[in-house]
């Protein structure tokens, strides 16, 4: 049996200078020349070892040569470049390290197109976990909730907590669990003595599997392969492996 070959993935820079003096191009231009050739890629201009600049060019010899006259005149006095195999990311590539160097002489800063700011996403899930823990200490209120709701919401739970809870004990302090179905999520609060209360319609339930009957409106179902709790990695596991670790 033939082993197969490992396969090698190309790479994106195919050569690279860093570092040169921009005098090279008036001692050595043939040698610089014939060296770089036609070769795409981005490039970066130094002043005194201080990064000034970065840029992309389908001409690098002739984009660094040409900032010897422009506006950058006098400004950098070494180059570094990176000759890249393909242009279809070169864009991409230039804006990112423009992103994260904000260079003097950049004035535009580098545009990621097609790239999501996750900045609203981050935002969202600390508001929800922020949102969890005030639930799990004060009950079900907006963060107004007085010591009477706190009582209230206990005193729902004791009185929904008649019969098996086989979630007692599994979370002492009280613990979130989540659920998807149909495309859409759902969330409850297991509270220590292992009261389900569906969130936020306040419904309690004594059982993962009443409390998913409750959501997927099935006359039978496996509440323990339906509810999922976060790990201490934030990883969404069923409450199933609790069961089974406790043997």
């Known amino acids: 049996m033939r082993k197969k070959k490992k396969r090698v993935s190309r790479p994106i820079v195919v050569g690279h200078l860093e570092k040169i003096s921009s005098r090279i191009f008036e001692r050595y231009p043939e040698q610089v020349t014939g060296l770089i050739e036609q070769g795409q890629g981005v490039y970066a201009l130094y002043r005194r070892e201080k990064l000034y600049y970065i840029g992309l060019a389908s001409d690098l010899r002739g984009r660094i040569k040409w900032h010897l006259k422009d506006r950058h005149k006098g400004k950098w006095d070494r180059f570094s470049l990176y000759i890249i195999r393909k242009t279809e990311h070169i864009r991409e590539v230039e804006s990112l390290l423009v992103r994260i160097a904000e260079p ?42 007085t010591r009477k709701k706190v009582k209230k919401g206990r005193k729902r739970a004791r009185k929904a907590a008649k019969g098996a809870r086989p979630l007692k004990g599994y979370f002492p302090k009280g613990k979130m669990i989540y659920t998807s179905y149909k495309g859409k999520d759902y969330k409850a609060w297991v509270y220590g003595g292992g009261t389900i209360k569906i969130i936020p319609s306040g419904k309690l339930f004594n059982s993962p599997s009443m409390a998913g009957i409750s959501v997927t409106k099935k006359k039978t179902m496996n509440g323990w392969r339906f509810w999922k709790y976060k790990d201490k990695n934030g990883e969404l596991i ?10």
């Open 238 to 247: 069923y409450i199933d492996q609790l069961r089974k670790k406790r043997g």
């Open 104 to 145: 003097k002489g950049n004035r535009v800063r580098g545009r990621l197109g097609r790239s999501k700011n996750l900045v609203r996403k981050l935002g969202a899930a600390i508001k929800e976990r922020q949102r969890e823990e005030r639930i799990g200490m004060l009950g079900d209120g907006k963060g107004k909730a």
